[in-house]
């Protein structure tokens, strides 16, 4: 398969997928390497297509349908389990995380995109975090990081706001 015709077979992939897609799932479809891939995926977004990389794979960046985007700064500890309690009281109440931001002092900032509609999701996501013996980003600024919530309605949002705030894990810079 020539790459221009790959390029637009994975970008239709990506466009019907309902899920992210692996790197290493889409090299096998295509039977090429994962770093072709990943050269593939960098020439699609240079052509202005939206392609983001998740922790479980490569999708197309949706606007959103309806909602607010709301950003809040968060605070906690060292600890999965305060990350993975901080994840689900936000899709408790009704929230999707959309990123984590970290303001770091020497690179700026780095965002990365979760796309965490449900709690099964939380639950993959805290797995992978667990599994790779990796520390979350935030550990890079003391705790302290942002996320981008797609909520339905202002009420929702305060509803997070509140119930954040009774575990502690509203920062400051937000109160």
């Known amino acids: 398969m ?3 015709t790959r390029r637009e077979a994975i970008y239709e992939t990506l466009s019907k997928a309902i899920q992210p897609i692996k790197g290493s799932e889409l090299a096998k479809m295509y039977q090429v390497s994962r770093q ?3 050269q593939d995926i960098a020439l699609l977004r240079a052509k202005g297509i939206q392609v983001v990389a998740t ?15 709301k950003t809040i700064c968060c605070k906690h ?3 999965i389990e305060e990350l993975q309690k901080e994840l689900e009281l936000i899709i408790s109440y009704g929230g999707k995380v959309i990123d984590v ?4 002092p020497v690179y700026g900032e780095i965002r990365v995109v979760l796309n965490l509609n449900y709690l099964k999701d939380v639950k993959t996501f805290i797995e992978k975090v667990s ?3 990796t520390k979350p980003l935030s550990l890079l ?9 797609e909520v339905e309605n202002e009420q929702m949002y305060q509803e997070i706001i509140n119930e954040l705030k009774q575990h502690h894990f509203i ?3 937000l109160k």
């Open 2 to 4: 020539e790459s221009v």
């Open 36 to 38: 072709v891939i990943v």
């Open 55 to 69: 922790p479980s794979g490569y999708m197309i960046q949706e606007p959103v349908a309806s909602g607010l985007l």
């Open 77 to 79: 500890g060292h600890t």
């Open 101 to 104: 931001i970290v303001e770091h």
């Open 131 to 133: 599994q790779a013996q």
């Open 141 to 149: 600024t003391e705790g302290i990081h942002y996320h981008t919530l």
């Open 171 to 173: 920062h400051e810079r």
